[in-house]
């Protein structure tokens, strides 16, 4: 299967807007998933098909897709979005988790 | 609402077989969602262990397996007890991880992609040591 990439780490200031990236193949044609993690909690998925939030996430996390990428965007980022973030995709009846992403903000 | 539970051994010898079962409560494992389990070894990454549905009818049951594990998965429904078994044969070091069990977002006839949606329902995972 094909992988998915995030870069390991990626921090922001309070209040600034953060653009969290997934790559691999084809992710622009595809339904991406997006999870937060914080430490030992179970994932809460905040994305889901194109760009659909499940009720409770906040309107400042958004998902976005081109080529072979795909994107959360989270707008006026808060202390609590300090958390882990993966991104997850079909390909060919493999599901794929992304390698993951801490989000500090500083 | 929904909740799953998971459980099973906390320690596994090398080369045995890992089985963990996920209660589910507020649904039935057969109604329209598939399930699925989902692992991550300490301070790793999610890693997807494999989805399945079966409805209740002889005629559609299907699973999907992450092809890296699929030589030693099983997974199963047990209408009886309401809940999803996953079995792991030859286990080592390797397979120590937190194991989830997990709901997705949207029931079979309102998604509208390929396979199944998102994970949206999760247990609140239970740790799996393989050790001697």
């Known amino acids: 299967s094909d992988e998915i990439t995030q870069p390991p780490s990626v921090s922001v200031s309070p209040g600034q807007t953060v653009n969290l990236v997934c790559s691999g193949h084809?992710?622009?044609?595809?339904?991406v998933f997006w999870y937060q993690q914080k430490p030992g909690r179970s994932p809460v998925l905040v994305i889901h098909?194109?760009?659909r939030r499940p009720s409770g996430i906040p309107e400042r996390f958004s998902g976005s897709r081109s080529g072979n990428t795909a994107t959360l965007t989270i707008s006026g980022t808060q202390a609590i979005d300090e958390a882990d973030y993966y991104c997850?995709?079909?390909?060919?009846?493999?599901?794929?988790f992304g390698g993951g992403t801490k989000l500090t903000v500083l | 609402q929904v909740q799953l539970q998971e459980s099973g051994p906390r320690l596994v010898r090398p080369s045995e077989t890992l089985s963990l079962t996920c209660g589910v409560s507020?649904?039935?494992?057969?109604?329209?969602?598939?399930w699925g389990w989902i692992r991550q070894p300490p301070g790793k990454a999610l890693e997807w262990v494999g989805s399945?549905?079966?409805?209740?009818?002889?005629?559609?049951?299907?699973?999907y397996y992450n092809p890296s594990l699929k030589s030693r998965l099983t997974m199963s429904v047990d209408t009886s007890k309401n809940q999803v078994s996953l079995k792991l044969s030859s286990v080592s070091a390797a397979d120590t991880a937190v194991y989830y069990c997990?709901?997705?977002?949207?029931?079979?006839?309102?998604?509208?992609?390929?396979?199944?949606?998102?994970?949206?329902?999760w247990g609140q995972g239970t740790m799996v040591t393989v050790s001697s």
């Open positions: 997990a709901r997705p977002k949207t029931t079979q006839r309102e998604y509208s992609g390929r396979y199944h949606d998102a994970f949206d329902v």
């Open positions: 507020g649904d039935s494992v057969n109604s329209d969602y598939y």
């Open positions: 399945i549905y079966d409805n209740g009818s002889s005629y559609y049951r299907r699973t």
């Open positions: 084809e992710l622009g044609t595809k339904y």
């Open positions: 098909q194109h760009n």
């Open positions: 997850q995709a079909w390909d060919s009846g493999i599901l794929v």
